[in-house]
């Protein structure tokens, strides 16, 4: 699935102040000349830092290629542009950092962008773009969704023994070959992960919770291969 998120002149100005009596004066932006204005009250002096970004992000497209996520984005203007650095998050709420790529500094073309993601996981997945300016300033683009096609077949079942609690993990026969197991908590960090290898004929696994040392929560349960995926969530008490 492909989704498109358009951004048009996404500039951002922070300016220092001071107190000033009667007299207000700024530098122009266009000319670098000062200009005067009288007033009778005390006034506030704006200065403009020269060396702050600005981008016209013109679109921002994210697409689904299993097992990966590509990204693509382009810009008209970039003024003092350092490097675009790409975040991810499984509810549009907390972010990660997956990776940066350097910009152009400063451009009045067309660029284009691209950045692929190898290791995405869970079924819907945000993604938004820090650009960083060579002051350190940033701006972030809207963040974009991306849903991701899941047809495995998993059944899950909790399991409790003595002290001991695990997952019970019902693969059938049409997953095939090495499937990455992976458990995340809710900010999308992942906690634990291992591979199971998966025959041509239905399976079972068991996943020994209890001895993972997960504090209590809800935590998401991602199994992947090649070819699909499936997702369940869990409660550790």
Known sequence: ?????????????ISSTATAQNLLAYNSKQGGEYQEFWLTEPAVVMEVNPT??????????????????????STMVETNNDFFAVERSLDGLHYEWIGSIDAKENSSSLTEYSYLDEAPYGQI?????????????????????????YNGTVHVQSKKEHSKSSLLLGLSKDWKGAVKAGIYNEKGNLMYTTILLQESKNSEYELFVSELGLPKGTYLLLLENEMMGAERKFNVQ
């Open 1 to 13: 699935m492909k989704t498109t998120f358009g951004l048009l002149a996404a500039g951002l100005l």
């Open 52 to 73: 702050l970004i600005y981008v016209d992000l013109v679109s921002v497209v994210a697409e689904d290629n299993h097992p990966n996520v590509e990204l693509t984005w």
């Open 125 to 149: 997945l945000y993604y938004r773009l820090k650009q960083v300016g060579i002051s350190g300033d940033y701006i972030y683009s809207s963040a974009i969704a991306v849903e991701r096609p």
